[in-house]
């Protein structure tokens, strides 16, 4: 009946009843064994579902020039019945007066090499090189926003637990539902997008993210946190999001801290905190103004780290009213529920955070870095 249930609201759009926290089997417990998993080159194909879904592969792009950028790509099917593809541009200007360049276009005839690992459509293609450690990222989608990038990985790219997933279902035999997430920490990035405004040259570094929840967003996830915090030395970076009262607003957490050639620790361990909020004007969200991110796991050789990067985090980049910016097919997923009001506050603080990196038998290391983060709430 449970399994009837959810398939209703899957395809109805409305809210689940409540399984409770076991109704999740969370990655968090694969990572009690297994802290994390390196990523091969056959962990980075697509899966295209074809039942719900959204997957996304997502550039994160923090150039040496100060500016802020993002390219992304969002597979989605609706209850098997349509498929649709959008490729996302973001570019934030380091002057703080030109406006943010935000571009969103559905493409046409996609498709997948034939082993799943590069997705190319008209005007837009991303090609993962031969040896696994490097993407090219390119359209023309948009004339307002023309990319042109190499992302290369500088750090081993890893999956919290066995294979990065969490499965939502009472029955954990027959799930029907999952999150998944596989992350290159540390790259360098090269190239240029175009805009408007001028060519941005992006070289400096990034952050790759492979997501797929196989299930409607809002079923899976109630709020989310983001971090993206890159120094010269480190790379710190987090996905956590907490689930509707359905599955017990249980809190997942994957993440990890990287630098040039290794993992220093991943896994589930970690939290993200609001340490100050305020209530917005414009929505019922309580808008966070300070935030605290908290890292703790394990070297390779058993090594006990703690990390920490904490602060103002000043005035936002942007608020994203979804259901104003998002293609059609995100609403046609989350549309008519009661409650579902999704938001995403963006910010990267003009006053520079730092990470405070604790390593068992080593010096405690403080390096000054760019956070860019974000708080998301949905229902």
Request: glycine fraction near 10%.
């Amino acid at each position: 009946m449970n399994w009837i249930k959810q398939q209703v609201a899957n395809v109805a759009g409305t809210q689940e009843p409540i399984y409770g926290p076991t109704a999740i089997q969370s990655v968090a417990q694969q990572a009690e064994v297994t802290p994390y998993t390196v990523l091969q080159k056959e962990d980075l194909k697509w899966a295209a579902m074809e039942s719900t879904c959204v997957e996304t592969q997502t550039f994160y792009l923090l150039a040496d020039s100060g500016h802020l950028g993002m390219a992304q790509v969002i597979y989605s099917n609706i209850a098997g019945i349509h498929t649709t593809c959008q490729f996302n541009t973001k570019v934030f200007f380091p002057d703080g007066k030109t406006p943010n360049i935000w571009s969103s276009d559905e493409v046409d005839s996609h498709g997948f090499d034939k082993d799943k690992l590069s997705f190319y459509a008209d005007g837009c293609a991303i090609t993962l090189n031969g040896d696994g450690t490097s993407y090219t990222v390119k359209s023309a989608t948009n004339e307002a926003s023309i990319v042109n990038l190499t992302v290369t990985r500088t750090a081993p790219g890893f999956q919290a637990g066995k294979d990065g997933k969490s499965h939502f279902g009472t029955d954990p035999a027959h799930p029907w539902g999952s999150m998944r997430h596989a992350f290159w920490p540390r790259c360098q990035v090269q190239g240029s997008i175009i805009t408007q405004a001028g060519e941005v040259d992006f070289t400096g570094r990034g952050f790759f993210s492979h997501a797929l929840q196989g299930m409607k967003p809002h079923h899976a996830a109630a709020k989310w946190n983001f971090a993206n915090f890159q120094s010269p030395t480190y790379s710190a970076i987090m996905m956590e999001y907490t689930t509707p009262p359905s599955y017990g607003s249980t809190v997942v957490n994957v993440g990890g801290i990287a630098r040039d050639g290794e993992i220093i620790m991943a896994g589930s361990g970690n939290k993200a905190e609001h340490t100050e909020i305020h209530p917005d004007p414009e929505n019922p969200w309580p808008e966070p103004s300070a935030a605290k991110f908290i890292w703790k796991g394990k070297t390779k050789e058993g090594k006990e780290v703690n990390a920490e990067v904490s602060g103002q985090l000043g005035k936002r980049l942007d608020m994203i009213d979804v259901m104003a910016k998002v293609p059609g097919f995100i609403k046609a997923l989350v549309g008519g529920v009661v409650g579902t009001k999704p938001y995403i506050y963006q910010y990267s603080p003009q006053q520079r955070l730092s990470l405070r990196i604790s390593i068992a038998g080593e010096e405690d290391k403080v390096e000054e870095g760019v956070l860019f983060s974000e708080a998301t709430f949905i229902s």
